[in-house]
């Protein structure tokens, strides 16, 4: 018969309670323990389901406290810290009776004894599924991958070559480059990369990375805060941190992809600052990035933000829509399938998201030519990339139609209204109004006040005129038809 250890507090309460555990009620609070977990479960997510309130076992219900067994401390400590308030709200909700939850840790070789299941020492109530579930996950035979291959591999196709420099991103770009040279030099070290998602951080990490790889002699690991904590988990669970540790303090160059997962997550954050030490300290560079600058990186420890910004902080701004150009036509190029400027440009205005989703709409359409043996065109696009660009889309109004027009022929948005009659303002204006006709439902008198209270018969007069110019003149027709896609998708 197994024998319950317990670790630190209350033995005999533990065992006491497991014995105490009354027959009749405890298949409900096992039903009702399935249902507290399950509403966790869409709360929290998969990803942090599994990682932590899978191995809670369920233990029995005395008085007014449930008690929910934990394998180790630092689990116990976690759950209590990140979802001891959930779990007790949802289990009052759930029953009735239950004011407290209790979490209690009970080692892992004997919390669940999957084999021969020992009811008088085991100490949870638990169903057959949970044990199930536990095998699974089971604490004490961790996955091959929990000892090895600590870091993830590089992206070949992310190097510097193929990152497409512009005013948004040119300085992290630079800093970038500087730290694939010449790891740890002072003042780069850490060099911390922030920015919105799709922008490019895990490029120029992977960038660095391969960088310093295929010139030799550094060794470098390269993993997401969020493989970061799974290992750490992983380690302690297989009581191998020690190697963990060692193999991260023993790399020249440690690289942490999106920070900001380890909000929260106090646990592993203090290891990371630890490993972060440790390997500044010896000389070591790091690389990290997140979604928004050190200081506004609220919920990670003040010592880890202010060490985190002692080096290099370099931002990604938004794209702008020559970068986005630029991208989509070095992207075009490599892809060998010929895009039309216009193609292009119809992107560059419609996706300003991020590169990600530009990258996406672009690689649709030239798998698309390359599928049906057909040129990219202005129309096609529309109808192949249909889909997103109706995600991209909101409803036109004539404020809208506008400020594109304005910007399009770069006049002052006040001309929309202004009583000057000049060609080059009195065309753009003329093309609104058709805009306005057009892509909206709104009446001739009612576009005719928004354009500076002209008469119905301007709008008239315009939507008449700018038709018998697209007829005549095929790049001032081309420019109309581009404006109107962006507008209306
Ligand atoms: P982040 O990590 O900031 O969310 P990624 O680095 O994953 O963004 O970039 C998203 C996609 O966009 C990747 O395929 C990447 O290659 C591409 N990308 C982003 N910025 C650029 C750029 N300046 N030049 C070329 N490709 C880029
Ligand atoms: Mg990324």
Redo the contacts with the bound molecule.
């Keep these: 018969m197994s024998e319950v250890h317990m670790a630190e507090e209350g033995p005999g309460k533990v065992q006491a309670a497991a014995f105490n555990c009354v027959e009749g009620s405890t298949e409900e609070l096992a039903e009702q323990w399935l249902k507290v977990r399950e509403r966790l479960r869409a709360e929290i997510g998969d990803v942090e389901y599994k990682t932590w309130l899978l191995q809670i076992v369920l233990g029995p219900l005395e008085e007014d406290e449930v008690t929910l067994f934990l394998p180790t401390r630092f689990l116990r400590d976690w759950i209590r810290g990140q979802y001891g308030d959930r779990l007790e709200a949802l289990w009052r909700a759930e029953n009735a009776l239950v004011r407290r939850v209790e979490l209690q840790v009970v080692r892992p070789a004997t919390a669940v004894p999957i084999a021969e299941p020992a009811p008088d020492s085991t100490p949870a109530a638990s169903t057959p599924r949970d044990r199930v579930e536990m095998g699974e996950e089971n604490p004490s035979n961790p996955g091959p991958e929990a000892r090895h291959d600590l870091a993830a591999p590089l992206d070949p196709r992310f190097t510097f070559s193929s990152f497409v420099v512009g005013k948004p991103n040119e300085f992290a770009y630079a800093c970038a480059r500087r730290v694939a040279e010449k790891p740890s030099s002072p003042g780069f070290n850490p060099l911390f990369l922030y920015g919105g ?2 922008l490019g ?2 490029h120029l990490m992977h960038a660095i990375g391969s960088e310093l790889t295929q010139a030799g002699g550094v060794s470098v690991a390269y993993m997401s805060a969020e493989k970061f904590m799974y290992r750490f988990i992983a380690a302690i669970r297989s009581q191998s941190t020690m190697e963990f540790k060692e193999h991260l303090r023993s790399v020249d160059v440690l690289m942490i ?2 920070l900001q997962f380890l909000i929260g997550k106090d646990n592993t954050q203090e290891e990371f600052f630890h490993t972060f030490n440790a390997l500044v300290d010896a000389g070591r560079q790091i690389v990290v ?1 997140a979604d928004k600058s050190p200081s506004d990186l609220s919920g990670l420890e003040d010592r880890l933000r202010t060490r985190l910004g002692c080096g290099m902080v370099a931002d990604i701004h938004a794209t702008t829509f020559e970068l986005r150009i630029s991208i989509l036509e070095a992207k075009a190029q490599a892809s060998g399938v010929v895009v039309p400027g216009k193609v292009l440009e119809f992107l560059a205005h419609k996706i300003t998201s991020n590169v990600r989703e530009l990258e996406g709409a672009l690689n649709r359409l030239i798998a698309h030519a390359n599928l049906f043996g057909r040129p990219v065109t202005l129309e096609n696009t529309q109808d192949v990339l249909h889909d997103i660009l109706k995600a991209h889309d909101r409803r036109v109004t004539i404020e809208e139609i506008q400020r594109k027009v304005a910007e399009h022929w770069n006049i002052r948005l006040t001309d929309m209204s202004s009583a000057r009659r000049a060609r080059a303002v009195a065309r753009p204006r003329q093309v609104a109004m058709f805009l306005a006709k057009h892509l909206t439902s709104r009446s001739l008198p009612e576009i005719g006040r928004k354009f500076g209270n002209r008469d119905h018969t301007t709008v008239m007069h315009a939507v008449s005129r700018v038709q018998e110019l697209m007829e005549r003149d095929v790049a001032f027709a081309e420019d109309v038809e581009l404006l109107k896609r962006m507008l209306e998708g």
Aim: proline fraction near 0%; glycine fraction near 14%; charge should be negative.
């Design positions: 998602v799709g951080k895990t992809d999106d990035s």
